[in-house]
C-alpha cells in the first residue's frame, strides 16, 4: 500500500515538473508577443517583469523595443536610459539610444549620446563625425574639449590636429596652438596649406625665426605654388627677416622658373624689389640656353623689378660666350623696348653684326638712332617686309624714306611688288607714291592686282 502512494506522488512531480518545462517562460512570451505586434501586452508583462525584478535589462531592453515601436519615444529612451544604468558600455544600445533622441528632437542628449559613443569605441573618423556635429550645433567649448581629449591620447589626424590649433591660437593659446600645429604639419598631405600659414604666423610671433625660415623653405618645394612663394617671401620680408626672404626667393626661382616673372613683378609691386631683384638675378644665372620668350619675360621682369643692369649683364655674358646670335638679338632688341635705345649703350661694343642681323629693322632703328644712316640702309635691304607686321611694315617703310629718296623708295617696292615680297597693306601707299614720281603705268598695275587678286597679293 505504501509502495503505491509513493508511486502515485511521483508521477504527480513529473507531471507538475513536465507542465512547468512545456510551458513557455515570460521572457519568451514577451518576445512571441512582440513578434506578433502586440506590443501593449509585451509591455504591461514586461513592466510586471521589471517591477518583480528591477535593473532586469533584457526586460529594459525589450521595453524599450516595444515602446519604439509604437512610436512612444520618450518611453522607449525612459527604458533604454534604464538599461544602459546596467550596462553602460552596450554600443548596440547606445546607437539605438542616438537615433530614438535623434528622431524625438533631443539634440543636447542625442550628441551627449554621440560623444558616449565616440568614448566607447574611439577613432579618427568617429572622433570627426562628432567634433564635426558640436561645431554645426555651436557648442564650440565642447568641441574644443573632445578635440583635446583625443589629440592627447593620439587619435587625431592631420586636419583634426591642424583645427584644434586653429581654434586653440584664436583662442589667444598660442604656445598650445602652436604645438598641435606642428604635430599637423608633420602629418598633414604635401599639398595642405592652410594650417601651415597658420603656423608660421605663431612661429613668427615667438620669434622662432630660424624654425620659421626653415619650414617655409620645406613648404614651398612640397607646394610648388608662385602665389603661395610670393605670398610667403612677403611675409617673411614684411617681419624683418629679409635674409631668410631673400633665400626663399632664389628657392622659387630654382623651383618655378617658368612662374619666376610673374612673382619678381608681384614683389616689385608690393614695394620689395631689393628682394624681386634678388630673384630676378638667380633666374637669369640659371638660363644658359634661354629662348627669345625667356628673354622677353627677363627683360620685362627687370623693368618691374627696375633692374637694368641685370639684361645687361646677360647680353654680355649671351655675347662673349658664343651664344646663339638670335638670342642676342632677341635680348637686345628688348632692352631697348623696355628701357631706351640708350641703355643698350654700355654693351654696345658686344652686338656683333651677326647678333643684329637677326633682327635688321631694330638694327636699322639703333643705326638710325646712332646716327649712321648708311649702316641702317644697309640693314633696311635686308628686312623681308613680307614678314612683318602691318604695324612694323609701316615703320620700315618710314626709315626707308629717311635714307633713301622718294624715287629710289618706289623703285625699292617696285622690285620688291614684283617679287611678291611686298605686304598688302602696303600696296595703296606704293600706288600713290609712284603715281607722284610719275610711273602711271606702275600705278595702274597696282590697282588692277588689288582689284583682281582676292588676297591683294600682286602676282608674281
Given at each position: 500500500?505504501?509502495?503505491?502512494?509513493?508511486?502515485?506522488?511521483?508521477?504527480?512531480?513529473?507531471?507538475?515538473?513536465?507542465?512547468?518545462?512545456?510551458?513557455?517562460?515570460?521572457?519568451?512570451?514577451?518576445?512571441?508577443?512582440?513578434?506578433?505586434?502586440?506590443?501593449?501586452?509585451?509591455?504591461?508583462?514586461?513592466?510586471?517583469?521589471?517591477?518583480d525584478?528591477?535593473?532586469?535589462?533584457?526586460?529594459?531592453?525589450?521595453?524599450?523595443?516595444?515602446?519604439?515601436?509604437?512610436?512612444?519615444?520618450?518611453?522607449?529612451?525612459?527604458?533604454?536610459?534604464?538599461?544602459?544604468?546596467v550596462r553602460?558600455?552596450?554600443?548596440?544600445?547606445?546607437?539605438?539610444?542616438?537615433?530614438?533622441?535623434?528622431?524625438?528632437?533631443?539634440?543636447?542628449?542625442?550628441?551627449?549620446?554621440?560623444?558616449?559613443?565616440?568614448?566607447?569605441?574611439?577613432?579618427?573618423?568617429?572622433?570627426?563625425?562628432?567634433?564635426?556635429?558640436?561645431?554645426?550645433d555651436?557648442?564650440?567649448?565642447?568641441?574644443?574639449?573632445?578635440l583635446?581629449t583625443?589629440?592627447?591620447?593620439?587619435?587625431?589626424?592631420?586636419?583634426?590636429?591642424?583645427?584644434?590649433?586653429?581654434?586653440?591660437?584664436?583662442?589667444?593659446?598660442?604656445?598650445e596652438?602652436?604645438?598641435?600645429?606642428?604635430?599637423?604639419?608633420?602629418?598633414?598631405?604635401?599639398?595642405?596649406?592652410?594650417?601651415?600659414?597658420?603656423?608660421?604666423?605663431?612661429?613668427?610671433?615667438?620669434?622662432?625665426?630660424?624654425?620659421?625660415?626653415?619650414?617655409?623653405?620645406?613648404?614651398?618645394?612640397?607646394?610648388?605654388?608662385?602665389?603661395?612663394?610670393?605670398?610667403?617671401?612677403?611675409?617673411?620680408?614684411?617681419?624683418?627677416?629679409?635674409?631668410?626672404?631673400?633665400?626663399?626667393?632664389?628657392?622659387?626661382?630654382?623651383?618655378?622658373?617658368?612662374?619666376?616673372?610673374?612673382?619678381?613683378?608681384?614683389?616689385?609691386?608690393?614695394?620689395?624689389?631689393?628682394?624681386?631683384?634678388?630673384?630676378?638675378?638667380?633666374?637669369?644665372?640659371?638660363?644658359?640656353?634661354?629662348?627669345?620668350?625667356?628673354?622677353?619675360?627677363?627683360?620685362?621682369?627687370?623693368?618691374?623689378?627696375?633692374?637694368?643692369?641685370?639684361?645687361?649683364?646677360?647680353?654680355?655674358?649671351?655675347?662673349?660666350?658664343?651664344?646663339?646670335?638670335?638670342?642676342?638679338?632677341?635680348?637686345?632688341?628688348?632692352?631697348?623696348?623696355?628701357?631706351?635705345?640708350?641703355a643698350?649703350?654700355?654693351?654696345?661694343?658686344?652686338?656683333?653684326?651677326?647678333?643684329?642681323?637677326?633682327?635688321?629693322?631694330?638694327?636699322?632703328?639703333?643705326?638710325?638712332?646712332?646716327?649712321?644712316?648708311?649702316?641702317?640702309?644697309?640693314?633696311l635691304?635686308?628686312?623681308?617686309?613680307?614678314?612683318?607686321?602691318?604695324?612694323?611694315?609701316?615703320?620700315?617703310?618710314a626709315?626707308?624714306?629717311?635714307?633713301?629718296?622718294?624715287?629710289?623708295?618706289?623703285?625699292?617696292?617696285?622690285?620688291?611688288?614684283?617679287?611678291?615680297?611686298?605686304?598688302?597693306?602696303?600696296?595703296?601707299?606704293?600706288?600713290?607714291?609712284?603715281?607722284?614720281?610719275?610711273?602711271?603705268?606702275?600705278?595702274?598695275?597696282?590697282?588692277?592686282?588689288?582689284?583682281?587678286?582676292?588676297?591683294?597679293?600682286?602676282?608674281?
Amino acid at each position: 500500500m505504501k509502495s503505491s502512494r509513493q508511486f502515485i506522488l511521483m508521477v504527480i512531480v513529473a507531471l507538475i515538473a513536465a507542465a512547468v518545462v512545456l510551458s513557455p517562460r515570460r521572457e519568451e512570451h514577451t518576445a512571441v508577443l512582440a513578434s506578433e505586434g502586440r506590443h501593449e501586452e509585451a509591455i504591461a508583462l514586461l513592466e510586471r517583469q521589471s517591477a518583480d525584478a528591477p535593473g532586469d535589462s533584457d526586460a529594459l531592453a525589450a521595453l524599450g523595443r516595444s515602446h519604439a515601436a509604437l512610436g512612444d519615444l520618450p518611453r522607449a529612451v525612459e527604458a533604454l536610459d534604464a538599461y544602459l544604468a546596467v550596462r553602460p558600455n552596450d554600443v548596440a544600445a547606445l546607437r539605438s539610444e542616438a537615433q530614438l533622441l535623434l528622431l524625438s528632437g533631443s539634440r543636447d542628449r542625442y550628441l551627449d549620446v554621440q560623444a558616449r559613443l565616440v568614448a566607447a569605441q574611439p577613432s579618427p573618423a568617429s572622433v570627426d563625425r562628432l567634433t564635426a556635429l558640436l561645431r554645426l550645433d555651436g557648442r564650440y567649448a565642447d568641441e574644443l574639449s573632445t578635440l583635446q581629449t583625443y589629440a592627447r591620447k593620439g587619435m587625431l589626424e592631420g586636419s583634426q590636429l591642424e583645427r584644434l590649433g586653429t581654434i586653440l591660437a584664436e583662442g589667444g593659446n598660442w604656445r598650445e596652438g602652436r604645438e598641435w600645429l606642428e604635430l599637423a604639419d608633420q602629418r598633414a598631405p604635401a599639398e595642405a596649406s592652410a594650417g601651415r600659414l597658420l603656423l608660421l604666423e605663431l612661429l613668427i610671433e615667438a620669434k622662432e625665426n630660424a624654425r620659421a625660415i626653415e619650414r617655409v623653405r620645406a613648404w614651398t618645394k612640397a607646394w610648388r605654388s608662385p602665389f603661395l612663394c610670393g605670398k610667403l617671401i612677403l611675409r617673411l620680408a614684411r617681419s624683418g627677416l629679409t635674409a631668410g626672404a631673400s633665400d626663399l626667393a632664389s628657392d622659387c626661382a630654382e623651383l618655378m622658373p617658368d612662374d619666376t616673372p610673374g612673382m619678381i613683378s608681384y614683389l616689385a609691386s608690393k614695394g620689395r624689389k631689393d628682394i624681386a631683384q634678388r630673384m630676378l638675378l638667380r633666374w637669369g644665372d640659371r638660363m644658359s640656353k634661354p629662348s627669345g620668350q625667356q628673354l622677353r619675360s627677363f627683360v620685362q621682369a627687370s623693368a618691374a623689378a627696375g633692374n637694368v643692369g641685370a639684361p645687361l649683364t646677360k647680353l654680355a655674358q649671351l655675347a662673349r660666350g658664343g651664344t646663339d646670335p638670335v638670342a642676342q638679338g632677341v635680348l637686345a632688341e628688348e632692352v631697348a623696348n623696355s628701357f631706351g635705345k640708350p641703355a643698350l649703350a654700355p654693351i654696345r661694343p658686344f652686338l656683333s653684326t651677326e647678333a643684329l642681323l637677326t633682327r635688321p629693322l631694330f638694327a636699322a632703328e639703333l643705326s638710325l638712332f646712332e646716327g649712321n644712316s648708311e649702316l641702317a640702309r644697309w640693314f633696311l635691304t635686308r628686312v623681308d617686309p613680307a614678314q612683318l607686321s602691318a604695324e612694323r611694315a609701316a615703320d620700315w617703310l618710314a626709315m626707308l624714306h629717311r635714307v633713301e629718296t622718294d624715287a629710289e623708295v618706289v623703285t625699292h617696292l617696285t622690285t620688291l611688288w614684283s617679287e611678291g615680297r611686298l605686304p598688302p597693306e602696303l600696296l595703296p601707299q606704293f600706288a600713290d607714291e609712284a603715281v607722284k614720281q610719275g610711273r602711271v603705268r606702275v600705278h595702274e598695275r597696282i590697282w588692277n592686282s588689288i582689284r583682281y587678286q582676292p588676297d591683294g597679293r600682286s602676282p608674281r
